[in-house]
């Protein structure tokens, strides 16, 4: 079976991720759209990989999963700080935020 398939579908939750990062303003959401779009980097760089029969695409793979760990733990702390700040988690409220 022809990996050629999962290109497409790489494309489309790559797109998905970019429309919904634009067009939902709360920060969680926000967040999960950039993971989204982690995902879809991932599942092309899989494809490639096993297109050409190279290993390369599943180590890159596995450091993207650990940097995506990192910002997820750091991303998630700061929507936090921000919540007990402003009692919102919208982007439109960061503005209210002072030093």
Known sequence: MSPAWMLPVSLVLFVLGI???FVKRDLLTMFMAVEVMLNAA???FL???RIHGDLSGQLIVLFVITVAAAEAAVGLAII???FRR???IKADDLG???G
Do not use: E, G
């Open 19 to 21: 429309i919904l990062f």
């Open 42 to 44: 991932n599942l092309a």
């Open 47 to 49: 494809t490639f990989a």
């Open 80 to 82: 936090l700080l921000v």
């Open 86 to 88: 402003t009692k919102s």
């Open 96 to 98: 209210r935020m002072k």
